[in-house]
Every structure is written in C-alpha cells, then in structure tokens.
C-alpha cells in the first residue's frame, strides 16, 4: 500500500496551503476549513500555537477532527512543530523552522512523511534540501500579523534568488500574502502561497480562497 499518496504530487498540492489554528479564527476552525476547502484550498496546515491555543488532549482532539475534514477532500494534512502529534495522528507530514530541531533527525523520526522546512534565504534552502526537506516555506513575503516572532520581511526576491541558484524544490511563499500581492509570489518562482489571515479573517472564507487560488494560476 502507498502509505504517502502526496509525495509525487508535492508541488501540485502546495497551490493553495492554509495554515490555521483555533486562534486565528472567530468562527469553529473545523467550518473555516471546510469552507476553505470548497473555495479550492489545496493543503493545510494545523498551526495550533500562540496565546490562548490548545493544548493536550484538547489539541489532539481539534487536529483529529481537522484531519478527518482533509481526508474525506484529499487534502494533505500537515502538523506544524509538533512531531510527536504527527505522529500520533498519522499525519501525512510536519512543518518545521530553523529553530525546530536539527532537520536530519526530524527526518528520521517521521520516516516518509512530508517534511517542510522554513527557509530564509538561500544557503537555509540548500542546507535543508540536503537534510531531507520535501518542500520548503519561505519568508516572510510580506509584513505579517500572524506571526510575532518572524523574521524580518525578505520579499518575493528570495524565491527568484532560490531559484536562479539552480534550487528547483516546491516552495510556497508565505507571510502577509494576500490576493492583492500574491503574483509577485508566483512570478518569482513560487509552487504555491501559503496564507493564515488571508483566508481565516476573511469575511467570506469560501470567497477569499477561489479568489487566491485564481492568482495561483
Ligand atoms: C508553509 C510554512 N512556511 C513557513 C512556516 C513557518 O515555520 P516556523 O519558522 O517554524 O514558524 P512557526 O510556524 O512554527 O511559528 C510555516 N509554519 N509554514
Ligand atoms: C507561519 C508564518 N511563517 C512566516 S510568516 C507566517 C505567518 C503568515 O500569516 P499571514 O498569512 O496571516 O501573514
Ligand atoms: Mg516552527
């Protein structure tokens, strides 16, 4: 049996990748994400951190019911962070940063599964790619209210500099990325956009996805 059927398929999937947790949303993420899903997003992420998220069982309990949302749409669903939880939930990958954990072990410890790696600049992207990363998130783009702590904004530069260092792995950009700007994302080289906000405080998320996913093109 192929116990990984998003491998090959990779950079098909990375389109539209929504990255959520509990906190990001007012409404039940678990209607965000189906609406999300019927406007066309193509991945997701549980991204359950931050101040006021879910711990523990409560933790498992929303990343169970999300997982069973992707699986019935043939979503990939990707634990951020959190390996043990992938693996317990058979996540079919992890998201990791450069402050995770060495990659190769990481590697090691979720066998097949999808491996995404936050890169910033080029040599963070080849070093990853060498310690086993399958795809690769990079940023921020743009300015960003989703995460407090990121780096500072690199632009879509950093794809096409990726890019013309002969580094053909899927990415997706991400960091405040929304319809407005995403094609300067794919024109720099990008598989794919990654977005919180843009999808989870949309007043329309069914809406706010067909319209990213037609700049994807
Ligand atoms: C698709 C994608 N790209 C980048 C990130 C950021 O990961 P990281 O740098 O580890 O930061 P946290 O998300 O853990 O705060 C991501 N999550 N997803
Ligand atoms: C998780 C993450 N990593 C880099 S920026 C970011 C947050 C992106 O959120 P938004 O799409 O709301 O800017
Ligand atoms: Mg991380």
């Known amino acids: 049996m192929n116990k990984q059927p998003y491998k090959s398929d990779i950079r098909r999937k990375l389109r539209l990748y929504l990255v959520m947790g509990s906190i990001n949303t007012a409404g039940h993420p678990v209607e965000v994400l189906q609406a ?22 409560a933790k498992y309990s929303l990343g169970k019911q999300l997982q069973q949302v992707c699986r019935e749409r043939g979503i990939p669903f990707i634990v951020n962070d959190d390996v043990e939880l992938a693996l317990e939930l ?14 190769s072990v990481i590697r090691r410890q979720i066998g097949i599964k999808l491996l995404g790696v936050s890169a910033h600049n080029v040599e963070e992207a080849r070093l990853a790619l060498e310690q086993g990363a399958d795809y690769l998130g990079v940023g921020p783009m743009y300015v960003t209210r989703s995460k407090p702590d990121a780096r500072e904004v690199q632009g879509p530069q950093v794809i096409q500099r990726i890019r013309e260092a002969g580094i053909a792995v899927p990415l997706v950009g991400i960091g405040g990325i929304f319809a407005a700007n995403a094609s300067s994302v794919m024109q ?7 977005v919180v906000s843009a999808i989870t405080q949309a007043a329309v998320v069914e809406e706010a996805a067909r319209q990213l996913l037609a700049v994807t093109i």
Do not use: N
């Not at 058979?90 to 990659?103: F, K, L, R, T």
């Not at 720099?188 to 990654?194: F, P």
């Open 36 to 57: 999300a899903i019927r406007g066309g997003i193509t991945m997701f992420q549980f991204r359950e951190k931050g101040s006021g998220s879910l711990e523990g069982q």
């Open 90 to 103: 058979e996540a079919d990958g992890v998201h990791i940063g450069q402050e995770d954990g060495p990659i």
């Open 188 to 194: 720099a080289g990008a598989d794919g956009i990654a």
